[in-house]
């Protein structure tokens, strides 16, 4: 992995074109770029606006092998987008439409151009307990607490390595 990063950033450090670059190299059928941006956001240096191998590979670690409450902090992260702590319905229709144009011709039958909208419509009011127009960490975990499918899909990460 070392090897391959050190080919891809010889200066040992990704910017967000390069991990841009590097991530739709994982998935040819769709347009990665909107999502590795969000992903790129929730690990890079607030300072430098880079991220070198061993920063990359503690997040990557966390992100697989971490506890279900770090898993659910970074996913809270991802969808976060502006870090207020807050997740807007505007931030989680972001984050579901790029993971939409990342599968891109590998979604089956294909999106329509509503389809983020129509999914986040049916499932904000489930975690927004408290119908008051955004998603807290905590609501978050409540709400994965509540759903197994959801649990086990935090637990599918452990897999991804």
């Known amino acids: 992995m070392y090897r391959g990063f050190k080919q891809e950033c010889?200066?040992?450090?990704?910017?967000?074109?390069a991990f841009k670059h590097i991530f739709s190299q994982f998935f040819p059928l769709g347009d990665a770029s909107q999502y590795a941006q969000l992903v790129f956001n929730t690990v890079k240096d607030k300072q430098s606006g880079k991220i070198n191998?061993?920063?990359?590979?503690?997040?990557?670690s966390r992100v697989a092998r971490g506890s279900e409450q770090e898993k659910l902090a970074w996913v809270f992260r991802l969808y976060d987008a502006d870090g207020d702590g807050r997740v807007t319905?505007?931030?989680m229709?972001?984050?579901?439409?790029?993971?939409?144009?990342?599968?891109g011709g590998g979604a089956l039958p294909p999106p329509?151009?509503?389809?983020?909208?129509?999914?986040v419509d049916r499932i904000f009011h489930l975690i927004d307990t408290n119908a008051?127009?955004?998603?807290?960490?905590d609501?978050?975990?409540?709400?994965?607490?509540?759903?197994?499918?959801?649990?086990r899909s935090l637990n599918t990460l452990d897999t991804v390595l």
Request: charged share 30%; proline share 7%.
């Open 112 to 119: 329509h151009p509503a389809a983020a909208q129509d999914h």
């Open 53 to 60: 191998f061993e920063e990359f590979l503690e997040i990557l």
């Open 10 to 17: 010889p200066s040992g450090v990704v910017d967000e074109e």
């Open 93 to 103: 229709i972001k984050v579901v439409q790029a993971i939409y144009e990342l599968v």
């Open 139 to 151: 609501e978050l975990a409540r709400w994965c607490a509540r759903d197994p499918a959801l649990r």
């Open 132 to 137: 008051d127009g955004v998603v807290t960490p």
């Open 89 to 91: 319905r505007q931030e």
